[in-house]
């Protein structure tokens, strides 16, 4: 099978085979960033633009050194560099970008949408990097391939496992990236959280409500735990970050409950003491630095797919 | 001929035979960004260093492709960074950047000059990249190669063409790199904006002004617009946008008036529905694209023959 | 003798032969910088972060050369982008880093021992560049180059030279490198400055206290002046740079009492006309654009030390 995207907008697209597709190739790619010389010249003399119009660290630093690891040649531009400052249109922006001639652009941007607005004005590959309270899909893809790696039975499938994400689903693109991404590949997809982050619908996505924190937790294979955003909290959405960690910050006491054998997931960056207390980060179930190492790979293998094999 | 500067610090210190070298030069560097592998190794180990005082997004992005496009090493610092911050002088700042022997400080400075003043200080080649109210040539070049890609007759001449600037030009340093290449290369120059926003002498530029929006239209085979500031609200020298963009605004209505092969161009970033509509601005006769990309072209051209051929 | 150390911390830590080892390699690495092709391929494919979470331009922009020139890959991230802002402990931030398989983690911070942590929690190589008020080692490297490049002997010993450093000894950073570093490889070191700026017991590092800027200037082969911080003013502890100026900042009548052949080093940002006039920072003793330049070598030298040879 051959991947025959032009962009990567979200998880909600694509299709089991080439989410399988763009899995297979990052564990290929992976590698690499083992080596002592971490780099290969699949993508010399390609042009990755980085716009990252919302701040970022770490998806921001993954996606430079994935594209560097693959030789291409990669320039940024943030918000407050940015022309939007001065009243031009992202249309426009992406058009002057467009014209510099990059392959691809990767967007990061506060309104859900834009990643998908940019790729039908440019020719270029766009990949999204995270968009409002839409999607975060390489980081869905990223998650993915943890579990794969720590769950996955032979050949990889992990077709079955039981996955609860808890936390603010409501405000989450990495909750929604996360929802398809496990239920494409036939996972179970249990979520919880305070009510009041809580979609409405989210019974239209495939998933379950949990009723409980316990519930949550008892048999869930994988536990994925969501940031809490502090501004939730001027919102008046929760009472207080304590509350928030006595109801559903993930602890040992609860962890007992759990499988022996369940993993711990988490976005980053994290608020050590609310979602997560440090013995669960630190401890023996954590894969979240798995994550972050998986989270190179699966973007070299994406740009490597939008990019590499074009004309060969 | 042979390109023999060390410094591009502006068109009005340029004749009209190294202008046409640069964009001759430019006109065979532009098929590079074509490529699907854009990069050739001409200025592999140089060091081009962008340093910008005043922010910018187009015009940095531009030099650092132009600069990774031909295997160049890019560093880059802005006002934010800087000491200058700390309050070190411009002059130490430019002689520690020297003694980290780069070969081309690329600076954008909001006070005019500041370019001619690093150039004597340092042994590096200096390219101005916009400073303060005086000049932006590399802006003037891209716009020469637009028109003669546009415009030019056989062997590329654009003598002879009528060339309409529009807007507030006596705070564009666009403006006046533009007035140089442009009657350095035999076009007739006109200009027309608010009177509180046309410099007091500008026919000593062997310029003309237009007495109506009419008449700058009319019989231009080049219009260009340039951009409202909005800061000259503040100054009380225009009314209002709206009103500027009733009195100096482009639109199809006043455009049915110009010769029917009229080219359109501005600098960016556009204020929609100011200096330009949006019709205008995305319609045949823009040519506002062809500008940015014969920018990464016109700076990949000057990079080269102010190093590329020093020593061979 | 090889290089076996990990990281650099500090120059505290180091021996004599050690720091020796350091600067012979700067020595050789110096040249490549003066070459037209400035780039060889030593650390091709290795991994450089740069972690500013103090701003910088000068220290930052001789690492990013540094690395380039030995063609290593560079990413960056500062204290605004970070998601230090987002409440994440700087361990986790390390970690994130380091999921990211860098090789080299080079960190400014403001927090005195901040270096220290992180080599502890990663498998990197991390160099400190300037941690709070602790070291700034990579500064003292450049100053003993510096040193040994002027005023050593044959095999450029500099053991028995006497090195005056004139300011705000307390708050310093670079004095404290520079003081480890000097007495280590055997010069005879002086500090001087308000008592208010002089820390406690400076003697239990080796060093004598001058009683006069006279005493200070006298018999030194070396002088190094030290920024005066504006903020040291609104904590009382000088009543006003030009009363500093007065007292502690040299200037040529002051010089008219040195050692002829002194050389005067400061390591920027200069404050002209208060720890220095402008007639002694440009005048022949200084060395300071030395210094600049000797940094992006001794950087060189560090990241190859800690990285090119590790396996072969």
């Not at 990567?8 to 597709?21: F, P, V």
């Not at 763009?22 to 992976?30: F, G, H, N, V």
């Not at 770490?58 to 690891?69: G, V």
């Not at 407050?80 to 967007?107: H, Q």
């Amino acid at each position: 099978m051959e991947f025959r995207r032009r962009h990567l907008l979200g998880l909600a697209d694509l299709e089991a085979a080439e989410i399988e597709l763009i899995l297979d190739q990052a564990e290929r790619l992976k590698e690499i960033s083992s080596r002592r010389i971490k780099k290969v010249p699949l993508l010399r003399g390609r042009t990755v633009v980085h716009f990252f119009v919302e701040p970022s660290t770490r998806t921001r630093l993954s996606f430079e050194l994935a594209a560097k690891r693959l030789s291409a040649d990669t320039v940024s531009l943030s918000a407050s560099t940015s022309s939007l400052t001065k009243g031009e249109t992202l249309i426009d922006t992406a058009r002057n970008l467009e014209a510099m001639s990059p392959d691809v652009i990767v967007i990061r941007h506060a309104c859900s949408g834009a990643p998908a607005m940019l790729s039908k004005v440019v020719q270029s590959s766009v990949i999204n990097a995270g968009d409002g309270m839409h999607e975060h899909p390489t980081q869905g893809l990223l998650d993915l391939m943890t579990v794969k790696e720590q769950k996955g039975g032979k050949d990889g499938r992990i077709e079955g496992l039981s996955v609860s994400i808890i936390g603010d689903v409501a405000h989450s693109r990495v909750a929604r990236s996360d929802i398809h991404g496990f239920t494409r590949l036939g996972c179970r997809v249990k979520v919880f959280g305070p009510a009041t982050l809580m979609p409405m619908y989210v019974e239209s996505l495939g998933v379950e409500r949990a009723g409980s924190m316990a519930e949550a937790v008892e048999d869930a294979d994988v536990i994925i735990l969501l940031r809490m955003q502090r501004e939730r909290l001027t919102e008046a959405l929760i009472p207080s970050l304590r509350e928030y960690a006595v109801e559903f910050g993930l602890n040992t006491a609860r962890l007992e409950q759990a499988k022996p054998d369940v993993i711990i997931m988490h976005p980053g960056p994290l608020n050590r003491g609310v979602e997560i207390t440090p013995e669960v980060a630190d401890g023996p179930w954590s894969v979240i630095l798995d994550q972050v190492e998986n989270g190179v790979a699966v973007r070299m293998a994406l740009l490597f797919l939008l990019l590499g094999e074009e004309e060969s």
